[in-house]
Every structure is written in structure tokens, then in C-alpha cells.
């Protein structure tokens, strides 16, 4: 039990330190909602992936692009959906 909670956190920390990363890389400010959005990664619960993206619109490079998506789909679809809306609200 508390090997699977060790992991879990692990899990989340590793989420935030790739987002993180990014932000590094790419020089993007500690904004307000990436801030919510970081929030929202650590609580989200089962097995899920973060993409991080930027485009490039003439000569302005958006850097604070990040998706994060469900890997399995057992999971039980409700609640990620859930969790998922629940960042909007």
C-alpha cells in the first residue's frame, strides 16, 4: 500500500517536473493558468500522459502548449471525464 502511494506521487511529481522542463526550454512564464494547470495534473488520478507543444505564428513562438490525455482506455471514462471538466469550472 504504501509503495503504490510512493509510486503514485512519483508518478505526479514526474508530470510536473516534464512540464516544468518546458517552461525552462522555452524561457514561458509561471502565468496564472499554467499555474491551475499544474494543479490539475497533480490531481488527476489513473495512467495519463502529458504532451508539451509550441507553434510558431510568423515571427512569435507560443511555447505554453500542453495536452494531457488518458493512456488507458479501461479506465473508467466517467471520471476522467470528470476531472477533466472540473479544471474548467
Known amino acids: 500500500m504504501i509503495v503504490a502511494e510512493i509510486q503514485k506521487n ?9 512540464i516544468r522542463n518546458h517552461q525552462q526550454a522555452f524561457d514561458v512564464e509561471p502565468i496564472y493558468t499554467l499555474r491551475l494547470f499544474e494543479d490539475f495534473v ?28 488518458f493512456k488507458d482506455q479501461s479506465q473508467e471514462w466517467q471520471k476522467c471525464l470528470t476531472q477533466s471538466l472540473a479544471f474548467f469550472l
Not at 10 to 18: A, G, P, V
Not at 42 to 64: F, R, T
Request: hydrophobic share 45%; charged share 30%.
Open 42 to 69: 497533480m490531481e488527476v488520478e489513473g495512467d495519463c500522459n502529458i504532451e508539451a507543444s509550441c507553434k510558431i505564428e510568423l515571427d512569435k513562438l507560443i511555447a505554453s502548449r500542453f495536452m494531457l490525455f
Open 10 to 18: 512519483s508518478l505526479k511529481e514526474q508530470r510536473i517536473q516534464f
